[in-house]
C-alpha cells in the first residue's frame, strides 16, 4: 500500500521539492495541495474532501502555507487543519502553533509570559496612543518598528524615528504592533535565525543585512553562526513556548550585548539557512514528523 503525505501549500517552489524528495527517501509520495481545494461534505464519512483522498485519508500533513483572504476564508482553511488530527492524521506544525505564531500579538505575549527576553512591545488599535508612545520612546531615545500584524519576510516593517513617520491605522490594518528597536547602526546589522526540530536546535545562521532589516528574502547574507549555548537555549524555549514541533526562531543582541527573540515562525523558510550547513534541513524536518508523529503514531494506535 502506498504511504501518502500531503504538503499543503499554493507555491511548492524549493522548499515543496526539498520535502518531496526528502518524503520519497523514506517512501513516501508527497502530493502539493492547496487548503483552498478542501470543502466540506458532510456525505463523506470524514466530513470533509481532499482532492485525491476521497477513498483513504493521508498518512500525514506537512504544512508550507496557509492561503490568505477573507477571515471567513481563513477560518474555513484552519477548520480542515484543525480537523485532520481528529480524524487520525498528525498535522505538522499543528493548527494550534500556526495560529499563534502568525499573529505577533499572540507570540510576543506568550514569550513575555514565558519569561524569554524579547524587545519591549506594544500592540493598540488607537492612533493616538500609538503616537503618544513614539514620542516618550524617542524622549527616551529609542526608535521603534512598526510590524504588520499577520506579516513575513520582512514586507512592511517602518523602522520610526519621528512622530511624522507613524502612518495612518489603515496602512496596517488598524492595529500598531510596535517593537522597540534594539539593533545596531549602519554597518552593523544582524541578527539570527535558528531552526528547531524535536525540541532540539539543530542549525544555525548569522544574517548580516545592507539595511537594518534583516531578512535574506531583503538581500541579507548567511553566515555560519557561532557556536553559542545561549543561542540555541533561547530558540528552544521559544519554540516550546509556542507549542511548536518546529520553528524558525529569530534573536538579536541588544545594545548591551543580551540577547532577545523577536519571531518564532511555524513555517520557516530555510534555503538561506541550508547554504551554511552540511546537513539536509529538509531531510531533518521529514524525519522528525515521519519518526515522532507519523510512525511513532501509528505505533500507538497498534499497541
Known sequence: MTRR??????????????????????????????LMDCRVDLGQASGVTIPGFEHALPDGVFVRGVPGGTLEQVTLRLDFLHLLPLLG?????????????VDKAMTSLLLHRAGIPTPPTWVMESESHARALLMREIALGHNLVLKPLFGSQGKGLMRLASPADLPPGEAYQGVYYLQRYIGGEAGAWED???????????????????????????????????????????AEDATRA??????????????????????????????????????????????????????????????
Open 89 to 101: 492524521v498528525p498535522v505538522y506544525n499543528s493548527v494550534r502553533a500556526i495560529e499563534k505564531s
Open 192 to 234: 539570527y535565525r535558528v531552526l528547531v526540530a524535536g525540541g532540539a536546535s539543530c542549525a544555525a545562521m548569522t544574517r548580516k543585512g545592507n539595511s537594518w532589516i534583516n531578512n535574506v528574502a531583503q538581500g541579507a547574507a548567511c553566515h555560519p553562526a557561532p557556536v553559542d549555548a545561549e543561542l540555541s537555549r533561547l
Open 5 to 34: 503525505i500531503v504538503i499543503f501549500t499554493d507555491d511548492p517552489g524549493w522548499h515543496g521539492k526539498q520535502l518531496k524528495r526528502a518524503f520519497a527517501r523514506r517512501g513516501y509520495a508527497a502530493d502539493y495541495l492547496s
Open 242 to 303: 509556542l507549542g511548536m514541533e518546529y520553528a524558525g526562531v529569530d534573536l538579536m543582541r541588544d545594545p548591551e550585548g543580551r540577547l532577545c527573540v523577536l519571531e518564532v515562525n511555524s513555517i520557516p523558510a530555510w534555503r538561506g539557512l541550508q547554504t551554511v550547513v552540511k546537513d539536509n534541513i529538509a531531510a531533518m524536518l521529514v524525519n522528525d514528523f515521519l519518526d515522532r508523529h507519523v510512525i511513532g503514531e501509528s505505533r500507538e494506535l497498534c499497541a
